[in-house]
């Protein structure tokens, strides 16, 4: 009788082990597939956002900060990329816009997106100056030096 007895301790202890092994196993998986718990972390740069999510995001966000101005937009893609290190998408745009008076109305546009959430975490714009390459002519000469 004491076999018997011993052998339904041990069969207890067993089916114990596999119900608090089953508990304690969803409980990590749900605090890890939140977020919570003590395996997450706010900067592990979980990635659900794709580089199109990016780009996409970008180019709506452009659209609306240039209006009916916007004549093109283009993607660089030699220069957009995934930076690892800070978990973001750097897109970068080359817009062309109407162009005003001293400008060309071609801007570059820097659009830093997170991986994380998908939200823009940095918009730069800036636009391309008319430089003059024809030399200045002193009073009574054409642009090559010689007088009028």
């Not at 301790?9 to 998986?29: D, K, P, Q, R």
Request: with cysteine.
């Amino acid at each position: 009788m004491r076999l018997k007895q011993q052998d339904l301790w041990v069969v207890l202890a067993a089916i114990g082990v596999v119900i608090t092994s089953v508990f304690t196993t969803v409980y990590i998986s749900q605090n890890l597939h939140s977020g919570g718990g003590i395996f997450s972390s706010k900067t592990d740069g979980y990635q659900n956002i794709t580089f199109t999510d990016a780009v996409l995001t970008c180019e709506k966000y452009t659209r609306s900060e240039f209006g009916k101005r916007l004549n093109t937009l283009e993607v660089d893609n030699h220069s957009s990329r995934y930076d690892n290190k800070q978990f973001l998408y750097k897109i970068f745009l080359q817009v062309t816009t109407t162009p005003r008076t001293e400008t060309t109305g071609e801007h570059f546009v820097n659009c830093f997106v997170k991986s994380s959430n998908g939200r823009i975490d940095k918009f730069e714009t800036w636009e391309q100056k008319i430089h003059s390459t024809a030399p200045e002519s002193p009073g009574g000469t054409n642009v090559f030096g010689w007088p009028k």
